[in-house]
């Protein structure tokens, strides 16, 4: 059974159909990696997948350990274990960055958060992340920098463990150093029980993964589908000689 399935998904903004048709399949333990032109609709992809309310699903069907998820609300997909590090994280003014994380943890598990053990393995990931203490009273993402941000996404998801983690553009912007910490943190989390879905345009994040499957979006299908090569050869010759053919 594979951890995400999605079958012949089409879904619409506003009226306009961005993804037609699209397959894609994720199993337990893997690392995917998601390519494609600007506009080709890898955000959307990830937002429907986590049920952002903008994107219409017209046809098609998301499966989630076997659940059919497709028009599940936001909030049972995250207790399901479905995670996403955004592109751009917002400020939130009044709720700290730990208070943030503890409620989380609560709120998907169901399970009350020991405030001792919790502090200290905050801590410790922090550390891990090369992140200052003090960001943990701070209010989430409220002065952060770029890269700031990018690691309180990484934090979150290291202290809530999900099952598949969506990283979305999550080294966009960032430093060769920054990229280095947060490729590393995203190595520590990811294990034989957990996936990875990654769209990125900067490959340094993955040279601490062993990648099993690359695609590429192109048209609202996955135009092509393959090892790890298929990224050189992107980066040597563009999108363009790629076509919508069925994923390969």
Do not use: C, W
């Not at 479905?82 to 989380?104: A, C, H, K, W, Y």
């Amino acid at each position: 059974m594979q951890l995400l399935e999605i079958k012949n998904l089409k879904v619409s903004v506003d009226d306009n159909v961005i993804l037609d048709g699209l397959n894609l399949s994720i199993g337990k333990g893997e690392v995917h990696v998601l390519l494609g032109p600007n506009g080709a609709g890898k955000s959307t992809l990830v937002n429907t997948i986590m049920g952002h309310p903008q994107y219409h699903v017209e046809s098609g069907s998301i499966y989630f350990e076997g659940k059919d998820i497709t028009h599940a609300p936001v909030n049972e997909r995250a207790k399901a274990g479905l995670f996403l590090s955004f592109q751009n994280p917002e400020e939130v003014p009044g709720i700290s960055l730990e208070s943030f994380i503890r409620t989380s943890r609560n709120t998907v598990t169901g399970q009350p958060v020991k405030l001792f053990a919790f502090k200290k393995e905050l801590r410790q990931k922090m550390d891990e992340l090369n992140m200052s203490e003090e960001y943990a009273s701070r209010y989430l993402n409220v002065g952060f920098s770029g890269g700031e941000k990018k690691k309180s996404e990484i934090l979150q998801m290291l202290m809530l463990n999900p099952k598949l983690a969506i990283l979305d553009e999550t080294d966009s912007g960032l430093d060769v150093d920054a990229v280095r910490i947060v490729s590393q943190g995203v190595e520590k989390y990811k294990n034989s029980d957990n996936s990875l879905l990654i769209i990125t345009h900067n490959t340094k994040i993955l040279e601490y993964l062993q990648v099993d499957a690359v695609h590429v979006l192109m048209d609202g299908k996955i135009a092509k589908t393959g090892d790890r090569t298929l990224i050189d050869q992107i980066n040597e010759s563009g999108f363009q000689h790629l076509s919508a053919a069925p994923a390969v």
